[in-house]
């Protein structure tokens, strides 16, 4: 892979967008190199991923501006839907993932971001939408997730205008969880991570889905959803093993993911 970069640490995914030049601009072939290293993820080993940029200064600037300039109209429509595809991909990957935004996440960056399930800043992140700027509209999902994730009106606020913002207005509107200094991002995303590795992981995998599928429906749909994912849990060795261990007040044994 040229562009896109997995380790796995333990029970910890990190994968990183490794475009530092072109302040990881997501061009076709990064976005295809993420979608085979998505594919490659095994979830029996690994608990929650970790999406970073490589390089000080960005997460990732946007899709690239310089391939998109010479689109069609078609070409253009491809384009937003292999992004949407990957990046579908990612908000339904099977393990929690935790974006550690370490600077610029504009345009297609923000949209990455948002396909994260938990979103960590460094006090140098910088947020925004400018496509409109460019002529174009968000083309990665960004019309559809920003306004799920901050509300329609500073959605389309932050999309009308363009603006970019800083990381203390990304946590005030709730679009980032957490602020940190640009050092100790990383170590804050793992000890997050870690955390929820540390947690039953089908249940925690349980936890996602009902989320994800149940903002999708009305909420008796979504209660069933619940019901379902939760009902499932009493199959697992995991369940028995907490229960049985509050129950005879000791530490549960290590999960291990059946
Ligand atoms: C292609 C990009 C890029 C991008 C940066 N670069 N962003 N190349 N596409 N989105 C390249 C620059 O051309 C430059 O290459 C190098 O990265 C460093 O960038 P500079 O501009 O020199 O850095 P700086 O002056 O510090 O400015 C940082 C910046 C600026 C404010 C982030 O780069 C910027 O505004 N970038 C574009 C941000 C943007 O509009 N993103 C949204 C794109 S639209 P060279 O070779 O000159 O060193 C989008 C649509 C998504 O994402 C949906 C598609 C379907």
Do not use: W
Not at 94 to 116: D, K, Q, R, Y
Not at 124 to 135: D, K, N, R, Y
Not at 174 to 198: D, F, H, S, W
């Amino acid at each position: 892979m040229a562009f896109v970069e997995f380790t796995a640490k333990e029970q910890i995914g990190i994968l990183t967008i490794n475009r530092p030049n072109a302040l990881n601009a997501l061009n076709d072939q990064v976005i295809r190199e993420l979608d085979q290293v998505l594919d490659s993820i095994d979830v029996g080993t690994i608990r929650c991923v970790i999406v970073t940029g490589a390089g000080e200064k960005a997460f990732v600037a946007g899709a690239d501006i310089a391939q998109m300039s010479k689109l069609t109209k078609a070409e253009g429509e491809a384009f937003g839907k292999l992004g949407n595809d990957v990046f579908r991909k990612l908000e339904t990957l099977p393990v929690p993932t935790i974006a550690a935004v370490n600077g610029f996440a504009l345009g297609g960056g923000c949209e990455l971001c948002m396909s994260c399930d938990i979103r960590l800043a460094s006090e140098t992140a910088v947020f925004g939408q400018p496509e409109v700027g460019l002529g174009i509209t968000p083309g990665f999902g960004g019309t559809q997730r920003m306004a799920r994730l901050v509300g329609m009106g500073k959605a389309k606020e932050l999309i009308y205008t363009a603006r970019n913002i800083k990381a203390p207005e990304a946590l005030a509107i709730g679009l980032v969880q957490a602020v940190y200094p640009a050092a100790e991002l990383m170590a804050e995303a793992e000890k997050m991570a870690n955390r929820i590795a540390g947690n039953a992981p089908i249940a925690v995998r349980a936890c996602k889905k009902a989320i994800n599928d149940g903002m999708q429906v009305d909420i008796e749909a979504g209660e069933v959803i619940e019901e379902k994912l939760f009902g499932s849990c009493f199959e697992t060795q995991d369940q028995q093993n907490a229960m049985t261990a509050f129950i005879e007040k000791r530490k549960h044994d290590p999960f291990v993911n059946a």
